[in-house]
């Protein structure tokens, strides 16, 4: 039942240093999504999958680049990490059908000195 | 941007109370969704809601969708410890073809009375 799982948990960076963070999910969904979640503003959407192959900006996607490996996997970069990008970043999966809600992983809690 | 106002942002509960938070949007959704955050984890469904009128229950919980496809409540009767965490509302306006992009309210964080 392992849903989606996201690695790392934790990550502390300096910086200007790089960053890949990792999702992946073994429900065989078609939609992937990466959110960031700071104090009292919910979960901002930074880019999404909608299935395999294309990849398109959400609200925040400024400063991160994302790959869509395979159907399992979508990863998150932040090529020079800013300390704005200090955050808890959440993945989510979605089957393509309709009235189906995003299912969210556990989270990487990042901070950049 | 769509904009989600999500209240009140907190509030403390007495075991055995009835709680209520909503959320009230500028623009029309089509499906309604609340999750429930626990510190370190990530949101977990709690109910959808895809008709304007519908009202669906979860054992305590109880959610509906506004009439107007504005606004959504959500009620956690009698409340218990387990209740506290941060509760989100999430709204979907696209269709399928625009990737099923939610928007979220700011969250409502629900402490126990000390």
């Known amino acids: 039942n392992a849903g989606v799982t996201q690695t790392p948990k934790f990550q502390v960076l300096k910086t200007g240093q790089s960053m890949t963070l990792q999702c992946a999910q073994d429900?065989?969904?078609?939609?992937m999504y990466w959110y960031r979640q700071d104090p009292g503003m919910g979960l901002r959407l930074i880019y999404y999958?909608?299935?395999?192959?294309?990849?398109d900006k959400g609200e925040v996607p400024n400063g991160y680049n994302v790959s869509r490996l395979n159907k399992r996997e979508f990863s998150l970069r932040l090529e020079s990490a800013a300390p704005s990008q200090t955050s808890v970043y959440f993945c989510?999966?979605?089957?393509?059908?309709?009235?189906?809600?995003?299912?969210f992983g556990d989270g990487t809690r990042l901070s950049i000195l | 941007g769509q904009q989600l106002n999500q209240s009140p942002q907190s509030m403390f509960i007495q075991e055995g109370e009835d709680v209520s938070m909503n959320c009230t949007s500028s623009?029309?959704?089509?499906?309604w969704l609340w999750y429930k955050q626990d510190p370190g984890e990530g949101p977990v469904l709690l109910i959808a809601l895809y008709k304007a009128g519908e009202l669906t229950s979860n054992g305590r919980l109880t959610a509906q969708f506004g009439i107007t496809r504005k606004d959504s409540f959500l009620n956690i009767s009698a409340s218990i410890p387990s209740d506290v965490g941060i509760y989100f509302c999430?709204?979907?306006?696209?269709?399928?073809?625009?990737?099923?992009?939610?928007?979220f309210g700011g969250g409502t964080r629900v402490l126990v009375k000390p």
């Open positions: 989510a999966s979605r089957t393509g059908r309709a009235n189906q809600p995003q299912h």
């Open positions: 999958s909608a299935s395999e192959g294309t990849t």
């Open positions: 999430a709204g979907r306006s696209g269709m399928e073809a625009a990737g099923n992009k939610l928007t």
């Open positions: 623009s029309i959704f089509n499906t």
């Open positions: 429900m065989n969904h078609n939609s």
